[in-house]
């Protein structure tokens, strides 16, 4: 059945701003503390985090009950978070706990905020971004790499002024390497012209050059299981690099704003013992400057594209990746309003 003009509306909004019921990352392990909370954005939404005195992160609405004051400006007391406006505090659940200007407040012992599931690996912290706070979130998807002990790596970040969809489009792409890259340490040879091919498996698709494997950015693979999407790829290095052969990036995104997301790279290596040593301090020496430099030069090539760059675009053959992973983003949020609506049907009988 055709879809309505409004519902394609929708669905494009829901996309846009970031698919629900999905978990994302939205920080590093080691900025969520216990002296001080730690303010982000995600999917629109305002939340503060911080560490409980059991050292579990709590996560809620970044706003005071009393007045909207940040609480992300404000301080931890006893494992609750106090908003240093009025000094109101309120607790991992959302509930407020004391008034201190104001004792025996009727605010006191009210849930006012909501909040949200959270769970910490491979150094970063994940946000559950469901449309209610009701929703059981399913098991956070990660990749294989994440749970293999043989792999090592270090989790970089970066805040991109582009909307998320053109990070993804941008991975999807493996083509722009052997040019935009075409100057770096690790992507500076391979040829210049071929064709992709799209492989689907259960739980998400490979797009991969035709001619040539190994010698650029040749191949990425999403993953789309229950609850989220991620992709892994390989930058090829020469055995100058060290032991362990390519490197692979595991990569998410978080949507921010309409124009603004946060990109999250593993920069992994299947290495052990005294290699895996040298690894990492190879890394740290020599290698992470130059690869950082070609993170920039994604950003600031995306950042240069207008917002409307989707409505003018004119695709081709190379473009069976990100026509692909929006195909799949846009199911998603249509299968996700459908069901609210149906849930909103319900409760209105």
């Given at each position: 059945?055709?879809?309505?003009?409004?519902?394609?509306?929708?669905?494009?909004?829901?996309?846009?701003?970031?698919?629900?019921?999905?978990?994302?990352?939205?920080?590093?392990?080691?900025?969520?503390?216990?002296?001080?909370?730690?303010?982000?954005?995600?999917?629109?939404?305002?939340?503060?985090?911080?560490?409980?005195?059991?050292?579990?992160?709590?996560?809620?609405?970044?706003?005071?009950?009393?007045?909207?004051?940040?609480?992300?400006?404000?301080?931890?007391?006893?494992?609750?978070?106090?908003?240093?406006?009025?000094?109101?505090?309120?607790?991992?659940?959302?509930?407020?706990?004391?008034?201190?200007?104001?004792?025996?407040?009727?605010?006191e012992g009210r849930k006012a905020l909501r909040s949200y599931h959270v769970q910490e690996h491979g150094d970063a912290v994940f946000v559950f971004m469901s449309a209610s706070e009701a929703t059981e979130p399913p098991d956070l998807p990660l990749s294989a790499e994440l749970l293999d002990p043989d792999w090592t790596g270090f989790l970089c970040t970066a805040i991109w002024d582009v909307n998320y969809r053109y990070a993804l489009d941008n991975l999807a792409d493996p083509m722009h390497g052997c040019y935009l890259h075409a100057d770096s340490f690790t992507l500076a040879f391979g040829s210049k012209q071929d064709l992709l091919q799209l492989d689907n498996h259960e739980d998400g698709f490979r797009v991969s050059r035709v001619g040539q494997v190994g010698e650029n950015f040749d191949w990425v693979e999403f993953e789309t299981p229950e609850g989220g999407m991620y992709c892994h790829l390989d930058i090829p290095y020469p055995p100058s690099a060290g032991p362990g052969g390519h490197?692979?990036?595991?990569?998410?995104?978080?949507?921010?704003?309409?124009?603004?997301?946060?990109?999250?790279?593993?920069?992994?290596?299947?290495?052990?013992?005294?290699?895996?040593?040298?690894?990492?301090?190879?890394?740290?020496?020599?290698?992470?400057?130059?690869?950082?430099?070609?993170?920039?030069?994604?950003?600031?090539?995306?950042?240069?594209?207008?917002?409307?760059?989707?409505?003018?675009?004119?695709?081709y053959q190379h473009d069976i990746g990100l026509a692909h992973l929006r195909r799949a983003l846009n199911r998603a949020a249509r299968d996700q309003l459908e069901a609210e609506d149906a849930a909103g049907n319900v409760a209105a009988e």
């Open positions: 059945m055709a879809l309505s003009p409004e519902m394609k509306s929708r669905i494009e909004d829901r996309v846009n701003e970031g698919v629900r019921d999905y978990w994302y990352p939205v920080a590093k392990s080691v900025e969520i503390r216990a002296d001080r909370p730690y303010g982000v954005v995600a999917l629109g939404e305002k939340l503060v985090l911080w560490r409980g005195a059991d050292g579990q992160i709590n996560c809620i609405d970044d706003f005071c009950p009393h007045r909207g004051a940040p609480l992300s400006y404000g301080e931890i007391h006893g494992g609750h978070i106090g908003c240093r406006y009025h000094g109101v505090v309120v607790d991992g659940t959302g509930t407020v706990q004391q008034v201190p200007a104001m004792p025996d407040c009727p605010m490197m692979r990036i595991v990569g998410y995104v978080l949507p921010m704003a309409p124009r603004k997301c946060k990109v999250f790279f593993w920069r992994m290596r299947k290495v052990q013992e005294f290699e895996r040593d040298s690894w990492r301090f190879l890394y740290r020496t020599r290698l992470e400057a130059r690869h950082w430099n070609v993170l920039e030069q994604d950003r600031v090539m995306l950042e240069g594209m207008p917002d409307d760059a989707r409505r003018r675009e004119m695709l």
